[in-house]
């Protein structure tokens, strides 16, 4: 069993930064696949980004490429969402989760295992 604990998130004005952390127990971590989802109110969960269990490949969804990144320390068991030029639709509850998922699946909500209890995002204009 795996436990996941997101952290960093907060209240910053638009065009700020934030880095999420999602800290695994457990010593599985380097095994899975991290994914980053968000949720806004009244909206479904929206993959944002993923990265394979090795760091040497990741994904984005478009709307947030060349914005955010993804990585992961698994010495650490921990994984990171650095969000640079925030805007106030990226204002949500972000989760992070782990799965055996490869390429295309990346995106895909119901295909991971463990979940976060998520951390709230909110950008202020």
């Known amino acids: 069993q795996v436990q996941l604990v997101e952290s960093g998130g907060g209240l910053v004005q638009a065009g700020g930064s934030l880095r999420l952390s999602c800290a695994a127990s457990?010593?599985?971590?380097?095994?899975?696949?991290m994914g980053w989802f968000r949720q806004a109110p009244g909206k479904e969960r929206e993959f944002v980004a993923a990265i394979s269990w090795s760091g040497g490949s990741t994904y984005y969804s478009d709307s947030v490429k060349g914005q955010f990144t993804v990585s992961r320390d698994n010495a650490k068991n921990t994984g990171y969402l650095q969000m640079n030029s925030l805007k106030p639709e990226d204002t949500a509850v972000y989760y992070c989760?782990?799965?055996?998922?490869?390429?295309?699946?990346?995106?895909?909500?119901?295909?991971?295992?463990?979940w976060g209890q998520g951390t709230q995002v909110t950008v202020s204009s």
């Open positions: 457990g010593q599985a971590f380097s095994r899975y696949t």
């Open positions: 989760g782990l799965g055996r998922i490869l390429g295309e699946y990346m995106g895909q909500a119901p295909r991971y295992d463990y």
